[in-house]
Structures are given as structure tokens and as C-alpha cells.
């Protein structure tokens, strides 16, 4: 289930808090005691959430050899909606409706009959519902690591993220931030005392037309995600003007391959959106013209080698959120070695872009940011 196994998505956040010295069983009772069920009353819009243990949809036995692997807590929420469907809906209002008007004289139904056909088709759907029909079931991963005290959704949905938040909450009675690019900017820039960089910095006008004073898809002057837009287009330009190689704070070595995907927007909102798909699409003459016309990179694929392990994902620019990321192929021959091993190897992909990201970050908060800045503005109109 979810990141023990095929590809993964996941938005990361840090729980607020010390980090779990380990899971035990009082936060399987914790878990326990939200499952999925335990609700008295659903939400507003009939709906409800708790967790589950991931065998299946159903599981809610919750124990540490299942749940807890490699110090990292592993478990689902469980949403349940009402998903009426529409189209029946209508053919049950149109069916009422004809029965109430076939009466009238003119042949047409009135406003009144309308109201009532409106209602009858209703309550006939929401009677049908209570036998669970209509029921529709998702289950979204949560991988909490007590070594980081970080947490791994797997989804994107601010609804589904608004309904976590308030799970969460009531279970274990801690809150999470989101690790977007702006939190991470400034994570990694205390380790070095350059915070005062993230604090001032302001989007870089690579492109002609000046400084741009805000960014579209960020209203809020005090964000600084746009800083992950930047390390997109810096990484862009790295690959094709310097190497496609980036030497990493720990002496290692990462190979990056931009790859399947790109996804560009203009800042200002005036000159739209752009989505290329290709085994190279930063090497394609659009996407040259797109960032040459100032739109900024929101999303790419990456292709990754890093100390003999491949990775392959999709990673939103101002979230850092991951898509789809592939992960080598264990070759653990028992499953609980497997499990441990996958574990590890999320573990050292988010190891991974932290490091890229971090080797941005301390170019972008230096002196040497301005020099930087206006190399990939001459690369830019080559």
C-alpha cells in the first residue's frame, strides 16, 4: 500500500513537536480509536474520515510488525463521500416531473411542479443512498518518520489536505507545516546563518520587461515559494551550460536528466500556460521561446543517479511535492527486508532533492547570486 509499493506521490510536511522517539502501541490505540467508523456524526457534506491499517480498504487492525517499519509509521486515511450520480439525478426529476404535468391542460409543468420534481427526485436518491450504494471509498498513504519528524501525504487535494489536518489533529494532537520551497529556503538557509537572503529575496527578472514585483500564483508577498520556480530554471540552465552533474554538500555526486515533462507559466499572469511532453523537453525550440518570453518552470520531470540508484518523478516547483517517482527495484528476498529497504529509499530520494535544492540555495543566498543571475539572462537570449 501507498509507499511500500509501486510509484509515489506525496506532498511533504513537519510535524510540529519532538520527533517520536518511536511508534508504540499507545499511537496504534491513538489510530485505533480514529479508524475509519468511529464518527458519530459525518461532516456537512456526508462524508467521513479516519484511518485505516492498509491491508485493504476495510483493515482497521492496527498493530507495530504491520504499521511501524524501519522507524516510520505507516498508515491511510480512509474518505468516504456520497457521490450521487448526476445523471440519475435528472432522469429521476425528468420521470416526476412528467407524471406531475401530465395533467395540465397547456401540457407545460408550472414553477411549483418543477420545485416538487426538483424535491421527490432528491429524497428518492437519498433514500436509495442509505443502503450504501452511492458509497465511494479512497484510501491516501501517510508515512510519518520519527528520524525526521517529517510526514508524506500522498495527494495533492487541498480538500483531502483540509480533512488530514483535522484528523491529525485529533489523534495525536500535533499540527504539520507544509516543507513548500519557501520553508525549505529558509531551513537550509539557518544551517549556514543566510536567512536575512530569504527574507529579502524578491523574483529575479531573467527575462526582459523588469523586475517582476509579484507572482501570479502567489498572492501573498511574504511567500517565498517563487524560490522553487527559480531552482527549476537555475537547474535548467546548469544542465545545459555547465554539467549534468551536481557535486552535493555530502561529496556526493548526483547525474539529473530533465525528462517526459515541463510545465511553464508566466509570472504575470498575462502570457498563459505552457505543457510540453517529451523524452527532452527542455531541448525543444518552445520551450526555449517560452522561458525567453519570461515563463517560469512549475513543474518537471526529473530522471536521477545518485550512488547507483535511479530515480524517476515529477516535482512541483513552489510545493516541492512529488509525482509519480519511481524507486529501484528491491532486491530483498524476504518481505520484511523489502519493506525496510523501501522505507530507505525514500528516505534518500527526499535526501536527494535536498541536497540539489540546497546547493541552489546557497548560490541564490550569496553575493554571487547577482553574477549567477545574469549568466542565465544571457543564456536566455542566445
Known sequence: MGFLSGRVTCMRFRVSGRAPRSFDQECLDALAANAIGKQRVASGDGSQVGWIAGDHILDTSFDLAKNVINDALHVAMRVDEQK?????????????????????????????????AREYAKDRLETEAKDGR????????????????????????????????????????????????????????????????VDDATPTAFAPGGQVSEVAWMPDENNRDFLGNEFLLWLWHYLEQESDTLKLSDDSEVAVMI???????????????????????????????????????????????RRESQYELTLQAETLAIGAAKLPVSEADEERARLEERVTQVRDLLETLDLMYAVFIQRRCSEAWTKEAARIKKWLHQ
Open 84 to 116: 450521487m450520480p448526476s445523471d440519475l439525478l435528472r432522469a429521476y426529476y425528468q420521470v416526476e416531473l412528467q407524471a406531475l404535468a401530465a395533467t395540465n391542460p397547456s401540457g407545460h409543468p408550472s414553477s411549483k411542479q418543477k420545485r416538487q
Open 259 to 305: 525528462a517526459r515533462t515541463l510545465q511553464l507559466e508566466c509570472p504575470r499572469g498575462q502570457t498563459g500556460r505552457e505543457s510540453i511532453s517529451s523524452d527532452g523537453p527542455t531541448k525543444l525550440p518552445e520551450a526555449h521561446r517560452a522561458i525567453q518570453a519570461g515563463k517560469l518552470p512549475r513543474k518537471v520531470g526529473l530522471t536521477l543517479v
Open 134 to 197: 452511492y458509497l465511494r471509498r479512497k484510501a491516501i498513504p501517510v508515512l510519518w518518520d520519527s528520524r525526521s519528524n517529517e510526514m508524506l501525504f500522498g495527494a495533492t487535494s487541498v480538500t483531502a489536505l483540509d480533512r488530514l489536518v483535522t484528523l491529525f489533529h485529533q489523534t495525536f494532537d500535533r499540527k504539520f507545516e507544509l516543507l513548500g520551497a519557501g520553508r525549505q529556503a529558509f531551513n537550509l538557509a539557518e544551517l549556514t546563518n543566510q536567512t536575512r537572503f
